[in-house]
């Protein structure tokens, strides 16, 4: 059989050498129909996958040979391989994607590896290129957020240990600085700190926060700074949240929203405890609130505190 093929090739080479020049005109002439023959040819089921084997084995046994050709046809090769690629978008991307998946470790191997033996090249351009780079990878995980959300709780959920060892060692070497940044963020949102509070309380209850800081600021707002227990004005900077239904009589994993709470002052909440309010007493407090907001808004010149 292999004598059979060597014949054939030996017999084929001899009739090119003996007719280039006509088959070389028949090619120029007829390139459409040759492509479109190819094309048909190579849909044909496993004819691809014969056709990437057979150029394998032949790439494998002829390294030296195609490493030449590369050299000195670089610009050609190159500019055909721009003419397709802007031809077949979607196709190169797709096969992209697929050559990713299956390849990760060796790509990602492939990258270490150059980066490696390139580090004072690889600073060079990213001195040369700081604003580009910046902006390329903003557009990234601008597109990519869900993808990169995904990767970092996997990252977390893998590395729980490790966070926690690094943080707590730059907690630690970092002691005032940590301090300082929290003494200043507390004097900053004091309703913040209160709202935070309140949340590792429930937590640590097990009871659920259905709402948000941003809810909490616009329920302390429409109080106008009025506390609707005692009918005095305080000012919001002196409200604190109280759960209507107090926690230490809820239910684990009672869900509390944003109609469950309320802004009062701190003696009243004090005084309040654990205490059970009726609807009817929480109706008669937010109406005698309404009425003392009037009062103060008459009275006072500039209004009340919003």
Not at 58 to 73: H, R, S
Not at 231 to 254: C, E, M, Q, V, W
Not at 278 to 284: D, K, L, R
Request: charged share 35%.
């Amino acid at each position: 059989m292999t004598r059979d093929k060597e014949k054939k090739a030996a017999k084929a080479r001899l009739y090119y050498q003996k007719n280039k020049e006509k088959i070389k005109l028949y090619l120029k002439n007829n390139k459409e129909q040759i492509a479109a023959g190819g094309k048909k040819y190579r849909s044909k089921p496993g004819v691809k996958a014969r056709r990437k084997k057979q150029h394998r084995a032949y790439y494998l046994a002829n390294k030296d040979k195609a490493k030449l050709y590369y050299q000195n046809n670089k610009e050609k090769i190159t500019a055909h391989k721009r003419v397709w690629r802007e031809a077949n978008k979607k196709q190169e991307a797709t096969q992209q994607k697929v050559y990713k998946k299956a390849n990760k470790g060796k790509i990602a191997a492939q990258r270490r590896a150059y980066n490696l033996a390139n580090q004072d090249k690889a600073n060079l351009y990213r001195q040369a290129n700081k604003k580009k780079i910046a902006a390329r990878a903003k557009a990234w995980a601008k597109a990519n957020k869900k993808s990169i959300a995904k990767t970092r709780r996997g990252y977390r959920e893998a590395n729980k240990d490790k966070i926690a060892g690094k943080a707590k060692a730059h907690y630690g070497a970092n002691k005032e600085k940590y301090s300082r940044r929290s003494r200043v963020w507390r004097k900053n949102y004091p309703e913040r700190v209160k709202f935070h509070c309140q949340k590792r309380r429930a937590r640590k209850k097990n009871i659920i926060h259905a709402f948000t800081v941003k809810e909490w600021k616009q329920k302390l707002k429409d109080t106008f700074g009025v506390c609707p227990v005692c009918d005095t004005y305080k000012g919001i900077n002196k409200l604190s949240l109280d759960h209507i239904f107090p926690i230490s009589k809820a239910k684990p994993g009672r869900v509390y929203t944003i109609k469950d709470i309320q802004a009062i002052c701190k003696s009243c909440n004090s005084s309040k405890g654990a205490k059970i309010e009726t609807e009817n007493q929480i109706n008669q407090s937010l109406a005698s609130q309404q009425q003392t907001k009037l009062e103060l808004a008459e009275k006072k010149p500039g209004g009340i505190e919003t």
